[in-house]
């Protein structure tokens, strides 16, 4: 079974902290994802990775950034939080195009 | 630009009735299409891919390139069915994959 594997199922932050949201993933795998699912809006691509040190921009970068140092393990960075980015982060990971989903990091900012 | 249009946000039937869940897509080149399924309190997890053109839980999507959809359909809804449904696309050399904003199913008995 395919294991991807978010650091934190809850976390509150204070407004201006610097967070970081943890991602690792068991199957080797190239390409990886950090979204946000937020009612009435869906999941929103954030940053994507195909590749250690590779990324690129998804949808809604804005005050984000990511880290992949390591094949099976991808950041999300949230340089300033923000009450605006307090919603639900998944991350995932894709093989043979078949996504594969943490469990979500539930973040509020204060 | 890739992107995915789901009409609606909530759509509800009776046990036994049939269903279709609309998606609309829109992109340039060739896409892989998908619908993902969210049980209550599971994780996101892949219900069926265009590519497979197989039938999952009794499910079943045709890619209709003419019209830009991917609709998914049941004929005879189940309790179970109950779930948020996301169709996705993934297009490009790098395997972006977008969402669309999900419709909330609910079957009543």
């Known amino acids: 079974d395919v294991k991807v594997t978010q650091s934190s199922r809850y976390l509150v932050k204070r407004t201006g902290e610097k967070v970081f949201l943890e991602c690792v993933q068991d199957m080797d795998h190239e390409n990886m994802f950090w979204y946000r699912q937020d009612p009435g809006l869906g999941l929103r691509l954030i940053y994507f990775?195909?590749?250690?040190?590779?990324?690129e921009k998804g949808d809604i970068p804005e005050g984000y950034s990511v880290s992949r140092e390591k094949k099976e393990r991808f950041s999300l960075i949230l340089e300033s939080a923000s009450t605006n980015q307090t919603s639900m982060y998944l991350c995932?990971?894709?093989?043979?195009?078949?996504?594969?989903f943490g469990q979500g990091t539930r973040l509020t900012v204060v | 630009a890739q992107r995915v249009t789901q009409p609606e946000k909530l759509l509800s039937v009776f046990k036994g009735a049939p269903v279709e869940l609309k998606c609309n897509y829109s992109?340039?080149?060739?896409?892989?299409l998908f619908w993902y399924v969210q049980y209550s309190r599971q994780r996101l997890q892949l219900l069926l891919r265009h590519i497979s053109r197989e039938s999952i839980k009794g499910f079943t999507a045709d890619l209709n390139k003419g019209e830009t959809s991917f609709h998914l359909k049941k004929p005879f809804a189940q309790e179970e069915d109950s779930a948020m449904y996301y169709c996705a696309l993934s297009g490009g050399s790098n395997y972006k994959l977008t969402f669309g904003k999900g419709t909330l199913l609910t079957v009543n008995p």
């Open positions: 992109y340039s080149g060739s896409p892989e």
């Open positions: 995932a990971s894709m093989i043979n195009t078949e996504a594969f």
């Open positions: 990775s195909y590749d250690v040190k590779m990324k």
